[in-house]
C-alpha cells in the first residue's frame, strides 16, 4: 500500500531544489540519495533523491529528474508516496492503515476499536474509539500498547489509571467550553 510521505512546496535556489512539507517520522532515511518516490499531481511520475539537506527546520530536496528552478516550479503542490510493503524494515514501526480497525483490547476484553494514529513530535498516540462512544488518546509506547497483532485484528492495551476517563464528560480534565454558565451569568 501506498503511505504519503511529504508534499512538494516551493523551489530553493536555482539548481531545482524545493521544499517538502512531511509526512513521516523518518525524513533521514526517506530522504537519502538514491530513494524514489512515486508521485501525484505533478506532470513526472517518479522521482529520485540526488541530495537532501536541512535549512533550519525545512528539509530541501534535490531530485534526479529536476535539473533548474523552472522544473521545481511545476513539482509545487506534487505529493511524494512510498509503498510500505517495500519500506516495512522495523519490526516495531507500524502506519495508520495497519491499525485503524483493530479491536482495542485490555486483559483480553474488548474496550473499543483503534480510529487513527495521531503522529505527534514527542510521542505517537492511538486514536480509540471506546465502546461507550468517547474517544481516548492513548500513547503508542511498548509499556502500554505491550503488542500489536494485525493478523488476529487486536491492539493490547495496558493502561494507566484514569487513561479512559480522561476528556471526558463529567471528568475533571474535559476542556471546559462554558456550556454550562448561563449569558450574563459571571464564572468562578
Same mark, same amino acid.
Given at each position: 500500500? +501506498?503511505?504519503?510521505?511529504? $508534499?512538494?512546496?516551493?523551489p530553493h535556489g536555482i $539548481?531545482?531544489?524545493?521544499?517538502?512539507?512531511?509526512?513521516t517520522d523518518a525524513p533521514e532515511d526517506r530522504f537519502e540519495a538514491g530513494e524514489?518516490?512515486?508521485?501525484? +499531481?505533478?506532470?513526472?511520475t517518479e522521482l529520485t533523491v540526488v541530495r537532501a539537506r536541512w535549512n533550519k527546520d525545512i528539509l530541501i530536496v534535490g531530485f534526479e =529528474?529536476?535539473? +533548474?528552478?523552472? =522544473? &521545481?516550479?511545476?513539482? $509545487?503542490? &506534487? =505529493?511524494?508516496?512510498?509503498d510500505t510493503d517495500e519500506a516495512h524494515d522495523e519490526d516495531d514501526a507500524w502506519y495508520e492503515h495497519e491499525l485503524v480497525g483493530l479491536d482495542a483490547r485490555v486483559d483480553g476484553v474488548s474496550v473499543g476499536k483503534v480510529t487513527g494514529l495521531r503522529t505527534m513530535a514527542v510521542q505517537d498516540l492511538l486514536v480509540v474509539e471506546l465502546a461507550d462512544g468517547h474517544e481516548a488518546l492513548? /500513547?503508542?509506547?511498548?509499556e502500554i500498547v505491550p503488542e500489536v497483532d494485525p493478523e488476529a485484528g487486536f491492539v493490547a492495551i495496558v493502561p494507566p489509571a484514569g487513561l479512559f476517563d480522561l476528556n471526558t464528560p463529567g471528568s475533571n480534565q474535559a476542556p471546559d467550553d462554558g456550556d454550562d454558565v448561563? /449569558?450574563?451569568?459571571a464564572r468562578d
Open positions: 500500500m +501506498d503511505v504519503l510521505v511529504a $508534499r512538494i512546496g516551493k $539548481r531545482g531544489e524545493v521544499t517538502v512539507q512531511l509526512f524514489t518516490f512515486r508521485v501525484e +499531481d505533478a506532470t513526472v =529528474q529536476i535539473a +533548474d528552478r523552472n =522544473q &521545481a516550479e511545476t513539482l $509545487r503542490g &506534487a =505529493q511524494l508516496f512510498i492513548v /500513547p503508542f509506547v511498548g448561563a /449569558p450574563g451569568e
